[in-house]
């Protein structure tokens, strides 16, 4: 269900039956710790440098996704590589879609899943069922093999889902680190409100005015899954050491201090600075009552990408070398009862 408005309590947020509810939130935005104001004259609002609208595509045995980065300069996404928004999707019986087993190199994968259940296994013994409001945090470093799906139930039954797949590059002095994985369960993501409570801000890696989310990484990064109620403005303290993307998962509003217009399945680029601001139109789409929206961003790495399929390197000669070693079995094996079968 989503949160909605309630009349009489500023900014309030309640669940109404029927709606479905993007990620984890709470009865009362109110009770939880606020990001403090900023002060306009001692910090610098970021410019909004770009903004570009994510084609939609077939991922794997064919769910749909958006490309999200599709179509910026890779100078605005670094240390990004790509990111797809897996759905909006209701599946009927027998409909639902994953992926075979692959490999990965140079870099790490976080699967956030905001509506629906996914099922993870790799070559490491990492994985599991990953839920609303969870993320699956792997770092493929030296090379792994995983597999994602569905679960047979869910296939069986079909049902919505809705999900974020970020990859996030490693520089050259960590791709060879060995593969991790990292469970993170939506009760262990951190909860803030915006000062007047009317955005609800879920942090899962990275630091926003203090308050650090669960998500370890190897490049730093910033990773925030924020609902703005219509008409709420939210102004976020952002590094300015980091690059600075939001991305529109629903809804319409505006971004930046000119206040450029955006929707659903557009993502903004912002320039220097150490705010990003953004607000939520009055009024929203019929499905989605509020503004739901990704804010990133991490320190740019600043080194030759070399990137083809599963692999991201920075080299040719690096790629040449993945695809041999994937070949000849040099990333894992997949393990005895996996999934997939």
Same mark, same amino acid.
């Given at each position: ?24 939130? @709470? ?25 570009? /609208? ?70 490491? &013994? &990492?994985?599991?069922?990953?839920? %609303? ?35 996030? %590059? ?46 370890? /990484? ?54 220097? &600075? ?8 009055? @009024? ?5 009552? %509020? ?13 030759? @990408? ?33 999934? &997939? %079968?």
């Amino acid at each position: 269900m989503h949160p909605i408005p309630i009349h009489g309590i500023p900014n309030g947020l309640i669940r109404l039956p029927g709606i479905e509810m993007p990620a984890i939130t @709470v009865e009362n935005v109110l009770s939880l710790p606020r990001i403090p104001d900023i002060d306009p004259v001692a910090s610098v609002d970021r410019p909004v440098l770009a903004i570009t /609208t994510a084609p939609r595509g077939v991922e794997g045995e064919g769910f749909p996704v958006r490309r999200a980065f599709h179509g910026l300069d890779q100078r605005f996404l670094d240390p990004f590589i790509h990111m797809d928004q897996m759905g909006e999707v209701e599946y009927g019986p027998g409909e639902p879609k994953g992926t075979a087993w692959h490999p990965h190199r140079g870099f790490e994968t976080v699967t956030y899943m905001i509506d629906g259940t996914f099922q993870h296994q790799d070559s490491t &013994g &990492g994985g599991g069922l990953i839920t %609303n409001g969870a993320t699956q945090w792997m770092t493929a470093g030296a090379g792994i093999l995983h597999i994602e799906r569905p679960p047979e139930a869910l296939i069986a039954s079909g049902g919505l889902f809705h999900g974020i797949q970020l990859w996030v %590059n490693l520089p050259a002095r960590q791709k060879w680190t060995p593969p991790r994985y990292q469970d993170i369960g939506a009760p262990r993501v951190t909860l803030l409100s915006s000062r007047d409570g009317g955005a609800l801000l879920r942090v899962i890696a990275g630091e926003v005015a203090g308050h650090v989310g669960p998500g370890v /990484t190897h490049t730093p990064i910033t990773l925030v899954h924020a609902t703005l109620n219509p008409g709420a403005e939210l102004r976020l303290p952002w590094r300015p050491d980091f690059n600075g993307l939001v991305y529109m998962l629903a809804g319409q509003g505006t971004v930046g201090i000119k206040r450029a217009p955006i929707r659903t399945g557009q993502l903004a680029a912002f320039g220097p &600075g150490d705010v990003i601001s953004l607000t939520a139109d009055l @009024v929203q789409e019929s499905r989605s009552p %509020n503004l739901e929206v990704l804010v990133l961003g991490g320190e740019p790495i600043g080194e030759p @990408v070399a990137w083809y399929g599963p692999f991201v390197m920075n080299t040719h000669e690096e790629l040449a070398q993945a695809f041999d070693d994937y070949q000849r079995g040099r990333m894992g094996t997949i393990p005895a009862g996996h999934i &997939g %079968n």
